[in-house]
Nanobody, 123 residues
């Protein structure tokens, strides 16, 4: 299984970025809950957003109203549209596949991780 994240970069505060994560080796991609986590220097990895097979979504309180997660099952890809970015959003963003049957969104619930993509927000 490979989760290939892309789309990170440098953006000014208030700007936008769109992250993508293409999955390979997951023949039943549409059946899985996929999501995004992030990790800033010196901090623990934290949940950002998730999207279930039904299309329903979950977000961390810190990104609600600013970030939108979506999926294209035909392309085995998930996306994270990030608007109104703040300096505190700066981190390495990881896409992830949750264990089937997990009900929470902690790092311990994740079966596969992508390689991460850096998001830098300048103030």
């Amino acid at each position: 299984v490979q989760l290939q994240a892309s789309g990170g970069g440098l953006v000014q505060a208030g700007g936008s970025l769109r992250l993508s994560c293409a999955a390979s080796g997951l023949p039943s991609f549409s059946a899985y809950t996929m999501g995004w986590f992030r990790q800033a220097p010196g901090k623990e990895r934290e949940f950002v957003a998730a999207i279930r097979s039904t299309g329903s979504t979950a977000y961390a309180d810190s990104v609600k109203g600013r970030f939108t997660i979506s999926r294209n099952d035909a392309k085995n890809t998930i996306y994270l549209q990030m608007n109104s970015l703040k300096p505190e959003d700066m981190a390495v963003y990881y896409c992830a596949k949750r264990y089937s049957g997990s009900l929470t969104y902690t790092p311990e619930d994740i079966q596969y991780w992508g390689q991460g993509t850096q998001v830098t927000v300048s103030s």
